[in-house]
């Protein structure tokens, strides 16, 4: 180029002098307007919400169906007068799965316990052995029955995949097991 004149020319500022840019101020989309109503009186309701229980009333929380399927099962089970099989994941204890699943365990060993139902909890990772062995032996003091808490029902088998699989699968065919969770 020649010239700032011929620049000028090119880019299409010929005759309009200097340009300034100013910023324009975006806090937030506006688009958005909607979203954050909307967030604002969600977060209203919850804080109203929060108080109210607070303060002792009453609120419905509505029941989840599969959690009254679990007392179902293990009445099934104890009608049958067979055992329950409860796996509490193929993961270690650092997963969150797993830790749910020993979570439910709990719960699931204390109604097996209330009806004098064998549990049976075969363990693939050695650290969620022991802590599996306590929420058991914990379930059956707290439903009232220490004696009936058999220390072998909760093992291990293996750390390998399909040898544990494997190995489920001949404890279901042998025990004739009436209930099966598969949890974590």
């Known amino acids: 180029y020649e010239s700032v004149a011929d620049v000028k020319y090119m880019v299409g500022l010929e005759g309009f002098g200097t340009q300034y840019f100013q910023p324009?101020?975006?806090?937030?989309?506006k688009s958005m307007i909607p979203a954050l109503i909307a967030t604002l009186i969600f977060g209203l309701l919850v804080f109203i919400m929060i108080n109210k229980a607070k303060r002792g009333h009453d609120l419905f929380v509505?029941?989840?169906a599969g959690i009254q399927e679990i007392d179902?099962?293990?009445g099934r089970a104890t009608e049958m007068g067979k055992p329950i099989l409860f796996v509490p994941g193929l993961s270690g204890i650092s997963d969150v799965a797993?830790?749910?699943?020993?979570?439910i365990l709990g719960r699931v060993a204390k109604k097996a316990a209330e009806y004098d139902t064998r549990i049976?909890?075969?363990?693939?990772?050695?650290?969620v052995l022991p802590i599996a062995q306590e929420i058991v032996k914990e379930a059956h003091y707290e439903a009232g029955r220490p004696d009936t808490y058999d220390k072998g029902s909760v093992f291990f088998i293996t750390d390998t995949q399909f040898a544990f699989v494997a190995g489920v699968n001949g404890v279901m065919i042998r025990e004739k097991t009436a209930t099966n969770f598969y949890m974590g």
């Open 98 to 103: 797993t830790l749910a699943g020993l979570a």
């Open 24 to 29: 324009i101020p975006n806090w937030f989309k």
């Open 72 to 74: 179902n099962a293990i």
């Open 62 to 64: 509505r029941p989840i």
């Open 120 to 127: 049976l909890v075969p363990c693939r990772d050695y650290l």
